[in-house]
């Protein structure tokens, strides 16, 4: 017998550790994935403690070879199978692409799409006999190109692609897929990333939601149906904008406002 869990990748932290905690209170057992062990467990205990079945957390990096096999083995062992995903790991580099280091890049490359890709395939089979779901999580970047943040933004942009893509495939079989576009979130992301919010991108910081209001909304959102979810007025009014002004205009904006400092 195998129980149906819910397996959330990049746990230990951010978005990652706030969605675990909102699947947890809706009644769903977990398997928090992460490198952090143990930021790990020590997440495991406080949902634990807050009545919840205690996660059954599984230190890995994702992106190593054979991980989405070695993560279905350690799932087995612990006769749990995944009804959602919840692909959350992933991170960005600010500056320009000449002048970053390029095995950095292929390594966000590798952890935002060939990673997240790789975890979903595996999975689908056992997704799709649970009537469950998954939620990529990407960002306000996925809807427009980002010079200053270029792979980032094109990374976002494959997984905002292959989420809606699946959604319509999948919703005959009753698995719901959505894709998850913060804007800003109060997480230590921007300092792995390099970016901050003085100068031009000050104007960003209205659109900063605690990460705790974020996972609900990307919670809710999949439940829903929804495919694809941007949390926060401000930043669905930027999704929009951004839309809809000239890539003549959009373009040296963004270039501006993410140069580094």
């Not at 190109?145 to 094109?154: D, K, S, T």
């Amino acid at each position: 017998m195998t129980r149906p869990v819910a397996v959330v990748t990049g746990a230990s932290d951010g978005i990652g550790a706030a969605l675990a905690r909102v699947f947890a209170a809706n009644g769903h057992e977990l398997a928090l994935v992460a490198r952090r062990g143990e930021r790990l467990e020590a997440l495991a205990d406080e949902i634990a403690a807050n009545g919840a079945v205690r996660p059954l957390p599984i230190e890995l990096d994702v992106t190593t070879e054979g991980a989405a096999d070695a993560l279905s083995a350690r799932l087995a062992e612990a006769s749990a199978a995944p009804q959602f995903l919840v692909n959350n790991a992933g991170f960005g580099l600010m500056g320009r692409a000449i002048d970053l280091d390029a095995a950095e890049q292929l390594g966000m490359v590798d952890l935002n799409t060939r990673a997240l890709t790789a975890l979903t395939l595996r999975f689908l089979p056992s997704i799709v006999a649970a009537k469950g779901g998954v939620l990529n999580v990407a960002s306000v970047a996925a809807f427009m190109p980002g010079p200053g943040f270029a792979v980032y933004y094109a990374t976002k942009a494959y997984v905002r692609s292959l989420s809606e893509a699946l959604s319509q495939e999948l919703k005959p079989l009753g698995v719901k897929v959505a894709c998850l576009c913060p804007g800003p979130v109060q997480t230590g992301f921007q300092a792995r990333a390099g970016f901050d919010f003085s100068g031009v991108m000050g104007a960003m910081k209205p659109a900063m939601l605690p990460a705790a209001e974020v996972a609900r909304q990307g919670y809710e959102g999949l439940m829903a149906g929804k495919r694809v979810i941007v949390p926060g007025l401000v930043n669905r009014m930027f999704v929009w904008g951004s839309a809809a002004a000239p890539r003549a205009l959009l373009l040296p904006l963004l270039a501006t406002a993410q140069k580094r400092r």
